[in-house]
T-cell receptor, first 114, second 111 residues
Framework: KAGVTQTPRYLIKTRGQQVTLSCSPISGHRSVSWYQQTPGQGLQFLFEYFSETQRNKGNFPGRFSGRQFSNSRSEMNVSTLELGDSALYLC?????????????FGEGSWLTVV | SQQGEEDPQALSIQEGENATMNCSYKTSINNLQWYRQNSGRGLVHLILIRSNEREKHSGRLRVTLDTSKKSSSLLITASRAADTASYFCATPDTGRRALTFGSGTRLQVQP
């Protein structure tokens, strides 16, 4: 079974631009969540989607948004990029929402904002 | 805010030695997960231990959970250079329906 797939793996953007990151969950998984990892703040929860609905959102500004498609694939978008948005963005999938199941992570997308 | 905190922050050992990492958390949980992260890579799931379990094994890994002390430990036996990575514990933040991670333990295994 293929794991969680994230694209692109690396990208460089300029301040003020926007970026879209993509995530394909493990087949059959309906919950997709996103996390941001930085050296200063560690791993922080962005949002979770289940059955195309955002279930919850972390403490990030409205510039961070996401969506989930009917095939459970998910995208996250960051608009008006700031230098502080440089981070590793990790997508995770799980068979269902809630915490009874193991949550599997992808390799991440490295975003550098210059 | 971070629920889980790992201790120590960094650990350096020789190949063949055992490595023990600890995690403390603040609120009641129904399970706790351990992950490994190699430099620049994603998180690899190691073990999920439920609140009604005290100990769990997977190959060279042994995880314990003490809910009365709100702590967990990860033991890696007979460590190898390939075990060099950061290790994180993750607990559910039920209010936000998210996993909350500690700052991790950076393990260096010297060949």
């Amino acid at each position: 079974k293929a794991g969680v797939t994230q694209t692109p793996r690396y990208l460089i953007k300029t301040r003020g631009q926007q970026v879209t990151l993509s995530c394909s969950p493990i087949s059959g998984h309906r919950s997709v969540s996103w996390y941001q990892q930085t050296p200063g703040q560690g791993l922080q929860f962005l949002f979770e989607y289940f059955s195309e609905t955002q279930r919850n959102k972390g403490n990030f500004p409205g510039r961070f948004s996401g969506r989930q498609f009917s095939n459970s694939r998910s995208e996250m978008n960051v608009s008006t990029l700031e230098l502080g948005d440089s981070a590793l963005y990790l997508c995770a999938s799980s068979p269902a929402t809630g915490f009874g199941n193991t949550i599997y992570f992808g390799e991440g997308s490295w975003l550098t904002v210059v | 805010s971070q629920q889980g905190e790992e201790d120590p922050q960094a650990l350096s050992i020789q190949e063949g030695e055992n490595a023990t990492m600890n995690c403390s958390y603040k609120t009641s949980i129904n399970n706790l997960q351990w992950y490994r992260q190699n430099s620049g890579r994603g998180l690899v799931h190691l073990i999920l231990i439920r609140s009604n379990e005290r100990e769990k094994h997977s190959g060279r890994l042994r995880v314990t959970l003490d809910t009365s002390k709100k702590s967990s430990s990860l033991l890696i036996t007979a460590s190898r250079a390939a075990d060099t990575a950061s290790y994180f514990c993750a607990t559910p933040d039920t209010g936000r329906r998210a996993l909350t991670f500690g700052s991790g333990t950076r393990l260096q295994v010297q060949p």
